[in-house]
Protein backbone atom coordinates (compact mmCIF):
# COMPACT_ATOMS: atom_id res chain seq x y z
CA UNK A 1 0.00 0.00 0.00
CA UNK A 2 1.75 3.71 -1.02
CA UNK A 3 2.98 6.32 1.70
CA UNK A 4 0.53 8.87 1.71
CA UNK A 5 1.95 12.08 1.80
CA UNK A 6 0.99 15.75 2.82
CA UNK A 7 1.89 17.01 -1.06
CA UNK A 8 -0.71 14.36 -2.39
CA UNK A 9 -3.75 14.65 0.31
CA UNK A 10 -3.31 18.46 -1.02
CA UNK A 11 -3.19 18.03 -4.40
CA UNK A 12 -6.50 16.09 -3.89
CA UNK A 13 -8.09 18.70 -1.93
CA UNK A 14 -7.39 21.26 -4.78
CA UNK A 15 -10.34 19.72 -6.85
CA UNK A 16 -12.59 20.75 -3.49
CA UNK A 17 -14.08 24.69 -4.49
CA UNK A 18 -14.00 27.36 -1.59
CA UNK A 19 -17.03 29.06 -0.73
CA UNK A 20 -19.58 30.17 -3.18
CA UNK A 21 -17.49 28.17 -5.80
CA UNK A 22 -14.53 30.33 -5.95
CA UNK A 23 -11.12 28.87 -6.59
CA UNK A 24 -9.99 26.04 -4.16
CA UNK A 25 -9.80 25.78 -0.22
CA UNK A 26 -5.84 25.09 -0.69
CA UNK A 27 -4.97 28.40 -2.88
CA UNK A 28 -7.44 30.05 -1.02
CA UNK A 29 -5.11 29.62 2.03
CA UNK A 30 -8.45 27.62 4.24
CA UNK A 31 -6.27 24.48 4.77
CA UNK A 32 -4.37 24.09 7.89
CA UNK A 33 -1.22 21.74 8.23
CA UNK A 34 -2.03 18.04 7.12
CA UNK A 35 -0.71 16.08 9.53
CA UNK A 36 -0.47 12.11 8.88
CA UNK A 37 -0.26 9.34 10.87
CA UNK A 38 -1.08 5.20 10.43
CA UNK A 39 -2.78 5.98 6.88
CA UNK A 40 -4.89 8.45 8.77
CA UNK A 41 -5.28 12.47 7.90
CA UNK A 42 -5.92 15.24 9.79
CA UNK A 43 -6.64 18.82 9.39
CA UNK A 44 -9.14 21.56 9.15
CA UNK A 45 -10.76 23.82 7.27
CA UNK A 46 -11.12 27.95 7.98
CA UNK A 47 -14.05 29.11 7.45
CA UNK A 48 -16.12 32.29 8.78
CA UNK A 49 -17.80 31.20 12.58
CA UNK A 50 -21.74 32.38 11.18
CA UNK A 51 -21.03 30.04 7.66
CA UNK A 52 -20.05 27.20 9.29
CA UNK A 53 -23.68 25.16 9.09
CA UNK A 54 -23.87 26.73 5.52
CA UNK A 55 -20.05 25.33 4.60
CA UNK A 56 -20.82 21.52 5.85
CA UNK A 57 -20.97 20.29 2.45
CA UNK A 58 -17.47 21.41 1.41
CA UNK A 59 -16.21 19.90 4.54
CA UNK A 60 -17.87 16.63 3.48
CA UNK A 61 -16.18 17.05 0.14
CA UNK A 62 -12.94 16.88 1.24
CA UNK A 63 -13.31 14.48 3.84
CA UNK A 64 -14.47 12.24 0.90
CA UNK A 65 -11.65 13.10 -1.73
CA UNK A 66 -9.34 12.32 0.95
CA UNK A 67 -10.59 9.21 1.78
CA UNK A 68 -10.45 8.17 -1.83
CA UNK A 69 -6.53 8.19 -1.87
CA UNK A 70 -4.94 5.18 -2.39
CA UNK A 71 -3.85 4.18 1.19
CA UNK A 72 -5.74 6.70 3.08
CA UNK A 73 -7.42 4.92 6.13
CA UNK A 74 -9.58 7.24 7.46
CA UNK A 75 -9.77 11.42 7.51
CA UNK A 76 -10.30 13.64 10.66
CA UNK A 77 -11.40 16.99 8.86
CA UNK A 78 -14.01 20.04 10.75
CA UNK A 79 -14.63 23.30 9.97
CA UNK A 80 -12.71 25.88 12.07
CA UNK A 81 -13.01 29.76 12.63
CA UNK A 82 -9.36 30.95 13.30
CA UNK A 83 -10.24 33.92 15.31
CA UNK A 84 -10.60 34.96 18.97
CA UNK A 85 -14.54 34.64 20.07
CA UNK A 86 -16.19 37.86 20.70
CA UNK A 87 -17.74 38.47 24.07
CA UNK A 88 -21.35 37.25 22.62
CA UNK A 89 -20.59 35.74 19.40
CA UNK A 90 -21.99 32.50 18.92
CA UNK A 91 -19.15 29.38 18.96
CA UNK A 92 -17.94 28.21 16.10
CA UNK A 93 -20.17 25.16 14.92
CA UNK A 94 -18.51 21.65 14.14
CA UNK A 95 -19.57 18.74 12.41
CA UNK A 96 -22.50 16.53 13.71
CA UNK A 97 -22.39 19.57 16.30
CA UNK A 98 -26.28 18.69 17.37
CA UNK A 99 -28.23 19.75 20.72
CA UNK A 100 -28.69 16.54 22.99
CA UNK A 101 -32.06 16.04 25.02
CA UNK A 102 -32.80 16.37 28.10
CA UNK A 103 -29.72 17.61 29.49
CA UNK A 104 -30.11 21.24 29.03
CA UNK A 105 -26.83 21.98 26.64
CA UNK A 106 -27.69 23.36 23.14
CA UNK A 107 -30.67 25.77 24.29
CA UNK A 108 -30.75 29.38 24.67
CA UNK A 109 -32.77 31.11 26.93
CA UNK A 110 -35.14 33.85 25.30
CA UNK A 111 -33.29 37.01 24.50
CA UNK A 112 -29.63 35.58 25.60
CA UNK A 113 -26.69 34.51 24.02
CA UNK A 114 -26.05 31.08 22.10
CA UNK A 115 -25.43 28.25 24.72
CA UNK A 116 -22.75 26.05 23.84
CA UNK A 117 -23.79 22.78 22.21
CA UNK A 118 -23.16 19.66 24.34
CA UNK A 119 -23.06 16.07 23.35
CA UNK A 120 -25.80 14.25 23.12
CA UNK A 121 -26.51 11.65 26.12
CA UNK A 122 -23.90 13.40 28.40
CA UNK A 123 -25.27 15.09 31.77
CA UNK A 124 -22.14 16.95 32.70
CA UNK A 125 -18.54 17.75 31.57
CA UNK A 126 -15.69 18.66 33.77
CA UNK A 127 -11.83 19.38 32.95
CA UNK A 128 -8.82 18.41 34.80
CA UNK A 129 -6.22 20.96 34.32
CA UNK A 130 -2.82 22.06 35.60
CA UNK A 131 -0.89 25.17 35.10
CA UNK A 132 2.29 23.20 34.51
CA UNK A 133 3.45 19.08 33.88
CA UNK A 134 4.87 16.48 36.11
CA UNK A 135 1.91 17.22 38.78
CA UNK A 136 -0.10 14.07 38.34
CA UNK A 137 -2.70 15.69 36.34
CA UNK A 138 -3.48 12.37 34.35
CA UNK A 139 -3.14 10.30 37.62
CA UNK A 140 -5.78 12.67 39.22
CA UNK A 141 -8.06 12.55 35.99
CA UNK A 142 -8.16 8.57 35.50
CA UNK A 143 -8.49 8.08 39.12
CA UNK A 144 -11.35 10.71 40.09
CA UNK A 145 -13.37 8.97 36.75
CA UNK A 146 -13.13 5.86 38.46
CA UNK A 147 -14.09 7.03 41.81
CA UNK A 148 -17.00 8.75 40.63
CA UNK A 149 -17.78 5.66 39.01
CA UNK A 150 -17.35 4.06 42.14
CA UNK A 151 -19.79 6.50 43.73
CA UNK A 152 -22.45 5.23 41.81
CA UNK A 153 -22.31 7.34 38.33
CA UNK A 154 -22.19 6.43 34.49
CA UNK A 155 -18.65 7.71 33.07
CA UNK A 156 -16.86 8.63 30.39
CA UNK A 157 -13.11 9.88 29.81
CA UNK A 158 -11.72 11.87 26.88
CA UNK A 159 -7.75 12.04 26.97
CA UNK A 160 -7.73 15.80 25.78
CA UNK A 161 -4.24 15.64 25.95
CA UNK A 162 -2.78 15.10 22.71
CA UNK A 163 0.40 16.31 22.73
CA UNK A 164 1.36 13.25 25.37
CA UNK A 165 -1.88 11.12 25.77
CA UNK A 166 -1.43 8.94 28.38
CA UNK A 167 -4.58 6.97 29.03
CA UNK A 168 -3.98 4.04 26.78
CA UNK A 169 -1.17 2.75 29.31
CA UNK A 170 -2.74 4.42 32.52
CA UNK A 171 -5.95 2.57 31.49
CA UNK A 172 -3.99 -0.85 30.09
CA UNK A 173 -5.81 -0.61 26.68
CA UNK A 174 -4.68 -1.24 23.80
CA UNK A 175 -6.30 -1.30 19.76
CA UNK A 176 -7.79 1.20 17.52
CA UNK A 177 -11.31 2.50 18.00
CA UNK A 178 -14.10 1.33 15.37
CA UNK A 179 -15.89 3.65 13.23
CA UNK A 180 -19.72 2.99 13.18
CA UNK A 181 -22.48 4.45 11.51
CA UNK A 182 -22.24 7.51 9.85
CA UNK A 183 -19.34 9.00 11.11
CA UNK A 184 -19.05 7.98 14.95
CA UNK A 185 -16.49 6.08 16.52
CA UNK A 186 -16.85 3.47 19.41
CA UNK A 187 -14.75 4.86 22.42
CA UNK A 188 -12.79 2.24 24.06
CA UNK A 189 -13.35 0.26 27.55
CA UNK A 190 -11.95 -0.44 30.41
CA UNK A 191 -12.74 -0.96 34.40
CA UNK A 192 -16.24 0.21 33.54
CA UNK A 193 -15.30 3.67 31.85
CA UNK A 194 -15.84 5.14 28.36
CA UNK A 195 -12.61 6.39 27.05
CA UNK A 196 -11.13 7.79 23.90
CA UNK A 197 -7.83 9.53 23.41
CA UNK A 198 -5.48 10.19 20.01
CA UNK A 199 -3.03 7.67 21.54
CA UNK A 200 -5.53 5.37 20.28
CA UNK A 201 -5.09 6.80 17.18
CA UNK A 202 -1.51 7.25 16.72
CA UNK A 203 1.52 5.11 17.70
CA UNK A 204 3.00 5.92 20.98
CA UNK A 205 6.20 7.04 19.84
CA UNK A 206 4.83 9.51 17.06
CA UNK A 207 5.68 13.06 18.10
CA UNK A 208 2.66 15.19 17.92
CA UNK A 209 3.29 18.27 15.81
CA UNK A 210 0.01 20.32 16.40
CA UNK A 211 -0.94 24.20 15.31
CA UNK A 212 -4.18 26.21 17.07
CA UNK A 213 -6.29 24.96 14.30
CA UNK A 214 -5.40 21.36 14.58
CA UNK A 215 -5.87 21.19 18.33
CA UNK A 216 -9.92 22.49 18.06
CA UNK A 217 -10.54 20.54 15.18
CA UNK A 218 -9.30 17.30 16.90
CA UNK A 219 -10.28 17.77 20.17
CA UNK A 220 -13.67 18.66 19.35
CA UNK A 221 -14.04 15.58 16.49
CA UNK A 222 -13.17 13.39 19.75
CA UNK A 223 -15.58 15.05 21.66
CA UNK A 224 -18.70 15.12 19.35
CA UNK A 225 -18.48 12.32 16.42
CA UNK A 226 -17.54 9.23 19.77
CA UNK A 227 -20.57 7.67 20.62
CA UNK A 228 -20.25 8.26 24.16
CA UNK A 229 -23.85 7.23 25.26
CA UNK A 230 -26.06 7.91 28.06
CA UNK A 231 -23.24 9.50 30.92
CA UNK A 232 -23.35 11.53 34.12
CA UNK A 233 -20.56 12.70 33.76
CA UNK A 234 -17.25 13.24 31.08
CA UNK A 235 -13.82 13.74 32.77
CA UNK A 236 -11.97 15.39 30.44
CA UNK A 237 -8.39 15.19 30.92
CA UNK A 238 -6.92 18.59 29.82
CA UNK A 239 -2.94 19.12 28.62
CA UNK A 240 -0.88 20.96 31.04
CA UNK A 241 -0.72 24.56 30.84
CA UNK A 242 -3.33 27.44 29.02
CA UNK A 243 -2.80 27.09 25.43
CA UNK A 244 -5.38 26.29 22.44
CA UNK A 245 -6.46 23.02 23.85
CA UNK A 246 -7.54 24.97 26.96
CA UNK A 247 -9.14 27.95 25.15
CA UNK A 248 -11.09 25.31 22.51
CA UNK A 249 -12.96 23.40 25.40
CA UNK A 250 -13.37 25.94 27.48
CA UNK A 251 -15.37 28.19 24.79
CA UNK A 252 -17.04 25.98 22.50
CA UNK A 253 -17.72 23.50 25.23
CA UNK A 254 -20.45 23.76 27.96
CA UNK A 255 -17.87 22.77 31.00
CA UNK A 256 -19.83 22.11 34.33
CA UNK A 257 -16.78 23.12 35.95
CA UNK A 258 -12.82 22.65 36.53
CA UNK A 259 -10.96 20.77 38.86
CA UNK A 260 -7.14 22.44 39.42
CA UNK A 261 -4.57 19.98 40.31
CA UNK A 262 -1.13 21.57 41.60
CA UNK A 263 1.28 20.09 44.32
CA UNK A 264 1.96 22.21 47.50
CA UNK A 265 5.30 24.16 46.26
CA UNK A 266 4.68 27.51 45.30
CA UNK A 267 6.03 27.05 41.78
CA UNK A 268 3.33 25.01 41.02
CA UNK A 269 0.72 26.99 43.12
CA UNK A 270 2.40 30.24 40.80
CA UNK A 271 1.30 28.06 37.54
CA UNK A 272 -2.12 26.98 38.79
CA UNK A 273 -3.27 30.49 39.98
CA UNK A 274 -2.65 30.73 35.34
CA UNK A 275 -4.98 27.78 34.90
CA UNK A 276 -7.66 29.33 37.31
CA UNK A 277 -7.90 33.15 36.14
CA UNK A 278 -8.06 31.34 32.70
CA UNK A 279 -11.37 29.44 33.44
CA UNK A 280 -12.82 32.36 35.43
CA UNK A 281 -12.28 34.72 32.15
CA UNK A 282 -13.90 32.46 30.04
CA UNK A 283 -16.61 31.77 32.92
CA UNK A 284 -15.78 28.16 33.42
CA UNK A 285 -16.96 27.17 36.92
CA UNK A 286 -13.75 26.26 39.06
CA UNK A 287 -14.96 23.10 40.81
CA UNK A 288 -11.91 23.22 43.21
CA UNK A 289 -8.12 22.58 43.48
CA UNK A 290 -6.48 18.93 44.01
CA UNK A 291 -3.17 18.86 46.03
CA UNK A 292 -1.61 16.32 44.74
CA UNK A 293 1.98 14.32 46.45
CA UNK A 294 0.41 16.62 49.01
CA UNK A 295 2.44 14.27 51.92
CA UNK A 296 4.46 11.18 51.67
CA UNK A 297 4.21 8.12 54.05
CA UNK A 298 7.26 6.03 54.46
CA UNK A 299 5.97 2.49 54.00
CA UNK A 300 8.66 0.75 56.28
CA UNK A 301 8.12 2.80 59.51
CA UNK A 302 4.81 5.05 58.59
CA UNK A 303 6.36 8.28 59.34
CA UNK A 304 5.07 11.34 57.37
CA UNK A 305 7.05 13.59 55.35
CA UNK A 306 6.44 16.83 53.22
CA UNK A 307 8.80 15.99 50.86
CA UNK A 308 7.14 19.53 48.18
CA UNK A 309 5.54 21.60 51.37
CA UNK A 310 2.37 20.96 52.41
CA UNK A 311 -1.04 23.16 52.48
CA UNK A 312 0.25 25.44 50.13
CA UNK A 313 -2.66 24.21 47.65
CA UNK A 314 -6.00 24.31 50.22
CA UNK A 315 -4.08 28.25 51.20
CA UNK A 316 -4.25 28.74 47.90
CA UNK A 317 -7.96 27.95 47.68
CA UNK A 318 -9.02 29.68 50.89
CA UNK A 319 -7.15 32.82 49.15
CA UNK A 320 -8.80 32.97 46.29
CA UNK A 321 -12.23 31.65 47.68
CA UNK A 322 -12.81 28.25 45.49
CA UNK A 323 -13.25 24.68 47.40
CA UNK A 324 -10.35 23.02 48.40
CA UNK A 325 -11.04 19.30 47.11
CA UNK A 326 -8.32 17.23 49.12
CA UNK A 327 -5.13 15.78 49.63
CA UNK A 328 -3.60 12.95 47.71
CA UNK A 329 -0.54 11.27 48.89
CA UNK A 330 2.53 10.69 47.15
CA UNK A 331 2.51 7.05 47.19
CA UNK A 332 4.48 4.22 45.67
CA UNK A 333 1.39 2.56 45.29
CA UNK A 334 -0.03 5.39 43.19
CA UNK A 335 2.97 4.85 40.99
CA UNK A 336 2.81 1.30 40.58
CA UNK A 337 -0.52 1.10 39.40
CA UNK A 338 -0.17 3.70 37.20
CA UNK A 339 2.28 2.13 35.67
CA UNK A 340 0.93 -1.26 35.08
CA UNK A 341 -2.82 0.62 33.68
CA UNK A 342 -4.17 -0.88 37.15
CA UNK A 343 -5.08 2.56 38.88
CA UNK A 344 -5.21 2.38 42.66
CA UNK A 345 -9.12 3.30 42.75
CA UNK A 346 -9.80 -0.36 41.48
CA UNK A 347 -6.64 -1.94 42.04
CA UNK A 348 -6.98 -1.15 45.82
CA UNK A 349 -10.68 0.04 46.41
CA UNK A 350 -10.79 -0.37 50.06
CA UNK A 351 -7.63 1.57 50.74
CA UNK A 352 -6.96 4.70 52.11
CA UNK A 353 -5.83 6.53 48.84
CA UNK A 354 -9.09 5.20 47.22
CA UNK A 355 -11.21 6.67 49.80
CA UNK A 356 -9.57 10.14 49.79
CA UNK A 357 -10.41 9.76 45.60
CA UNK A 358 -14.25 9.22 46.34
CA UNK A 359 -14.30 11.54 48.77
CA UNK A 360 -12.95 14.22 46.26
CA UNK A 361 -15.23 12.76 43.36
CA UNK A 362 -17.98 13.24 46.04
CA UNK A 363 -17.14 16.82 46.69
CA UNK A 364 -17.30 17.45 43.08
CA UNK A 365 -20.82 15.66 41.68
CA UNK A 366 -22.21 17.41 44.66
CA UNK A 367 -21.25 20.75 43.33
CA UNK A 368 -21.96 20.26 39.34
CA UNK A 369 -25.37 18.50 40.73
CA UNK A 370 -26.41 21.46 42.67
CA UNK A 371 -25.18 24.02 39.93
CA UNK A 372 -27.31 22.06 37.40
CA UNK A 373 -30.58 21.49 39.59
CA UNK A 374 -30.43 25.63 40.15
CA UNK A 375 -29.81 26.00 36.56
CA UNK A 376 -33.10 24.04 35.75
CA UNK A 377 -35.25 26.02 38.38
CA UNK A 378 -34.16 29.27 36.81
CA UNK A 379 -34.30 28.49 33.44
CA UNK A 380 -36.33 30.50 31.60
CA UNK A 381 -38.16 29.81 28.07
CA UNK A 382 -36.28 28.00 25.90
CA UNK A 383 -35.74 27.74 22.31
CA UNK A 384 -33.67 25.03 20.65
CA UNK A 385 -31.66 25.61 17.64
Known sequence: MPDVTRETVLEKLRTVRGPDMEGNIVDLGLVS????????AYFSITVPADRAKELEPMRAAAERVVREIPGVKAAMVALTADRKAAPQAAPV?????????????????AGGAPAKAGIPGVGAIIAVASGKGGVGKSTTSVNLALALQANG?????????????SMPRLLKISGRPQQIEGR????MENYGLTVMSMGFLVDEEVAMIWRGPMIQSALLQMLR????????????????????????????????????????????????????????????PVLGIVENMSYFVAPDTGNRYDIFGHGGARKEAERIGVPFLGEVPLTMGIRETSDAGTPVVVSEPEGEVARIYRNIAAKVWEQVSAARQSKSRTMPDIVFE
Open 93 to 109: QTPRQVPPAGHGHGQRP
Open 153 to 165: LKVGLLDADIYGP
Open 33 to 40: DVFISDGK
Open 225 to 284: EVAWGELDILVVDMPPGTGDAQLTMAQQVPLAGAVIVSTPQDLALVDARKGLTMFRKVEV
Open 184 to 187: LIRP
